[in-house]
């Protein structure tokens, strides 16, 4: 039996093979994954100084959509599929400008060469685990090939993200099949995001705590130009765990190069998702993709030897999508200057920090594969951040 979550609804689907044909049941029934546990902003912890957007997500950006398939199966399946849309339209006939950056490049992110080599993204973006990536790609490729207008689409550049879940997963068993990355296409919506042990975050660890998939906003004032910035998180990382300049790892005794922890490397891996509704260019969204990095250091993490830290950047903004239209004479893009993309970076800062967070605080404990991975201590980790605040007469 396997227990599949997907788009906030459980799904036990029996597979009975017949004449090497899969038949899937479905059931449905509500999911109250991370459901009891608050994000870091309702239990008090602000990070930054920019005001979130309405939904603190990175569907505050518009026309941006999240879904999730969830696979858990017995004690040794926990894994999934996480997709992000920058619209709900046709994205190969309509692309939006992107830009890809690396921190540190033990991983796999498929598309990104042409994604650097044309400024440009025409595929939902999809994360999964590292040996499920065929499976998500050929999910991405099927959906793409479908859409009204591809009929002679002979070349897909999917994009394809992962962190390796092998400790609370038996990756090896390679569960995930391209229809469970068509039916998180499928649930994308607009809206909240569901976050924690979700999706590609079903069997993350960070800073050996329960990891998984976070999201945060931030909304920039008028004189400032009102964009929004959002991001989503895969947290599957390590280092020595800071929350809002507090010393957590430490106080709590569990951080990269103590002794007798015993996954005391902090290698993993994190994705970063970043949208945003200014008209930036593609060379901007790399240098705002690039920012994003000085929020995983924030968090307690020196980006090791054996950890994919990558992050992908796009905008929304009409003004510089990718259309026929524009693609087929001289552009009349009108783009965000650079002195004005200042503001932008600090939001970024802020919401990918603050989406790690909500990842952490977001996941319930999981028993696993090779062990049982414990969640963020929330109680503790307040009253540590109360201390802070009070000894610097905050």
Known sequence: MRVITNGGFEIVALRLFCAGLAAVLLMSAPSEAGAARPRAREAGIRIGILPPGPLNAITDVPGVAVGHTTLIEGKSIRTGVTA???HRGNLYQDKV?????????????????????????????LLTNTLSVPEAAAGVVEWTLRQPGNEQVRSVNAVVGETNDGTLNDIRARVVTKEHAL?????????????????AGTGTIAFNWK?????????????????NVGVLVQTNYGG????????????????????????SSGDGSVIIVIATDAPLSDRNLKRLARRAFLAIGRTGSPITNGSGDYALAFSTGEKV?????????????????NDLVTPLFQAVVEATEEAVLNSMFKAGAVDGHQRRIEALPVERVLQLHRQSRAGMGK
């Open 84 to 86: 992000v849309l920058p």
């Open 97 to 125: 400008p992107a830009a890809f950056a690396v921190a540190n490049g033990y991983g796999k992110f498929m598309g990104s060469t042409q994604i650097d080599e044309l400024g440009e993204i025409e595929t939902p973006i």
């Open 183 to 199: 039916a998180a296409i499928a649930a994308a919506k607009e809206g909240p995001v569901e976050e924690g042990a979700v999706g």
């Open 211 to 227: 990891g998984g998939i976070g999201t945060s906003s931030r909304r920039l004032p008028p004189k400032l130009g009102g964009h």
């Open 240 to 263: 020595v765990l800071s929350i809002d300049g507090v010393r957590v790892g430490e106080a709590l005794g569990q951080y990269m190069l103590k002794d007798e922890l015993s996954n």
């Open 321 to 337: 999508r990718r259309t026929p239209a524009r693609r087929g004479g001289a552009s009349g893009v009108e783009e965000l200057p």
